[in-house]
């Protein structure tokens, strides 16, 4: 069945009709079975040749799940044969549904529109890209279980470079530190949630959302486990040096305050050790008399200073853009279609009027609804 839908992810504008609020989450509920108990959303761009594999393998966990199991696959812009394997996807097994978004978002507010689909009581979350086995879900959803709001996991034996490693080892202390809960590994995918946890992320209005941090300053409990991480066996990966930096960047700068504070500590350093070193010239001064001598060292600890200045400048103009980002309120995701599976209405039916639902910071949503 194919609904259709334009739905700008940002708040409601003017009064809403309590009738009209549902939530940031649809209802809980699979339709005319039973109802949906875990939510699979997988954000998926360009992973043509591992999608066949991905779904074999989902539709196994769902059954060793053995519990109403829906699959909202997103896909966030693909220029491949991605979107035409998603649609052609359908399992008795498990509800599967196709949210399409108007253009890349990113993988972030991929996870963040699935996430409005979701009607499962245990969101699960994971990469397309088979380096985490979905095999390890059925893991995390016990953990959750035992009372957890946000259960993450650890990669063990990553196969990446030292330089990626240590990168991540510093963002993931930072952020922990930000967030207050001591997790090891905040730049794995594959992590479980409880429905009032994505609740609470979807009233969240930032636009650059990091999902894992995100989870961790609305979640009151959350807890870790190890996991399987291996090589990516088919297809390119999207995250290039650029990227994963840029990454890591959204994740400092959306979370904590410290590159500011790194700034003021270097420019108060700087201070110090200038005022140090025009006392060290007043005395040499005084003692050898004037000289010619050392010009370009001056010249060299100058331009030093001036690229501390520039590089101070530019952090507090990306703090500013972000703010501008916020404040002129675009939507982080626009849905084009969601599609799920059985007869699709036939072409050129519409219904008389459409059905407008609103709610907080959940987003306006334009949608006909099926028949």
Request: aromatic letters at 6%; glycine letters at 8%; hydrophobic letters at 45%.
């Amino acid at each position: 069945m194919r609904n259709k839908f334009f739905h700008l992810n940002k708040p409601a504008v003017g009064p809403v009709k309590t009738a009209e609020v549902a939530g940031a989450l649809p209802r809980r509920g699979g339709g005319q079975g039973a109802p949906i108990a875990i939510s699979i959303v997988v954000p998926v761009c360009n992973e043509a040749e591992n999608l066949r594999e991905l779904r074999r393998r989902l539709v196994a966990v769902a059954r060793v799940l053995d519990r109403p199991t829906e699959l909202i696959f997103v896909d966030d812009g693909s220029t491949d044969g991605t979107p035409a394997a998603l649609r052609a996807f359908s399992n008795s097994l498990v509800d599967i549904r196709v949210v399409e978004l108007a253009r890349p978002f990113g993988q972030h507010a991929a996870l963040l529109a699935g996430f409005t689909q979701c009607r499962g009581d245990i969101i699960v979350t994971l990469d397309a890209d088979l380096r985490n086995p979905p095999e390890e879900i059925p893991r995390l959803v016990a953990a959750l279980e035992q009372g957890y709001d946000v259960v993450g996991s650890v990669r063990k034996d990553r196969q990446d470079s030292y330089l990626r490693k240590l990168s991540s080892r510093l963002v993931n202390r930072v952020v922990a530190q930000a967030t207050g809960h001591q997790l090891r590994d905040y730049g794995c995918v594959l992590r479980a949630y409880s429905r009032e946890t994505v609740r609470a992320m979807l009233e969240c209005p930032e636009r650059r959302a990091f999902i894992p941090a995100l989870a961790l300053t609305v979640a009151r409990t959350a807890t870790e486990i190890e996991v399987d991480y291996t090589s990516r066996r088919q297809g390119k990966s999207q995250h290039n040096t650029l990227s994963l930096l840029r990454l890591n960047l959204d994740l400092l700068m959306s979370f904590t305050s410290l590159p500011l504070r790194f700034v003021s500590l270097t420019g108060v350093s700087i201070a110090a050790l200038g005022l140090l070193f025009s006392l060290f010239l007043i005395i040499r001064r005084l003692v050898i008399g004037p000289e010619v001598e050392g010009v370009f060292s001056l010249f060299a600890v100058l331009y030093f200073f001036i690229g501390v200045q520039i590089m101070s400048v530019g952090l507090v103009a990306e703090y500013i853009a972000r703010a501008y980002d916020e404040v002129r309120g675009r939507p982080r995701f626009i849905i084009r279609s969601v599609e799920s599976g059985g007869e699709s209405p036939p072409a050129g039916r519409r219904p008389d009027n459409p059905r407008r639902v609103a709610g907080g910071n959940m987003g306006i949503k334009e949608s006909w609804p099926t028949t």
